[in-house]
Every structure is written in C-alpha cells, then in structure tokens.
Nanobody, 115 residues
C-alpha cells in the first residue's frame, strides 16, 4: 500500500507564494507519473502539473510560468512551488502517484488566495 500526505497549503494574498509538499511512504511498483491536481467546490478535479517518466513535465495553461513541479527522490517527496498566486488558484490540491498498476492519491491540502 502507498500513503501520500500533502502539506504546505494555507491562506495567501494575491501575488503571494506557497510550496506544497507530498511525502510518499509504503511499497509500490515503478513510478510512471507524479502530479498535482486541484479541485474547487462544485468543479471537476483538474491536472495542474505532472512529471512523467524520463523527467518531462506538463503544466496546465492556467499555471504556466507561475508553478514549478519538482521532486526529491532521496526524500520520497514531490513539491509544487506556486508563485504569483491568483484567486482562481483557490482549491484543494491533491498529489498523485501513478504507477503502471494503479494511481494513488493524497488527502488534499487547502489553498486559498484572497486579499
């Protein structure tokens, strides 16, 4: 079983920054993708950023140039650096670990951007 725990969320003003962390533990097969998703109330869960096998990255157009996804393999931790935050970024953020067998999800961390 795999256990993912997100942290780092909170309330920030527009233009502010946050760094989200996702610590992984447990046993699992080879990693295919590592990603961050977000979901606002009443809306679907959307992919924000993802690292694929080989190190290639993907960013949603809405966060391009503002967010950076990276990982620390030695610490089994995935990060999302969020800069120049906007009110539209307000959502619960979930980390995702995709293997060749199945996907795993964290419990989510709340990010609120408001003045």
């Amino acid at each position: 079983q795999v256990h993912l725990v997100e942290s780092g969320g909170g309330l920030v003003q527009p233009g502010g920054s946050l760094r989200l962390s996702c610590a992984a533990s447990g046993s699992y097969s080879s990693i295919r993708t590592l990603g961050w998703y977000r979901q606002a109330p009443g809306k679907q869960r959307d992919l924000v950023a993802r690292i694929a096998i080989g190190g290639s990255t993907y960013y949603a157009d809405s966060v391009m140039g503002r967010f950076t996804i990276f990982r620390d393999s030695a610490k089994n931790t995935l990060y999302l650096q969020m800069d120049n935050l906007k009110p539209e970024d307000t959502a619960v953020y979930y980390c995702n670990l995709g293997t060749y067998v199945r996907d795993y999800w964290g419990q989510g961390t709340q990010v609120a951007v408001s003045s």
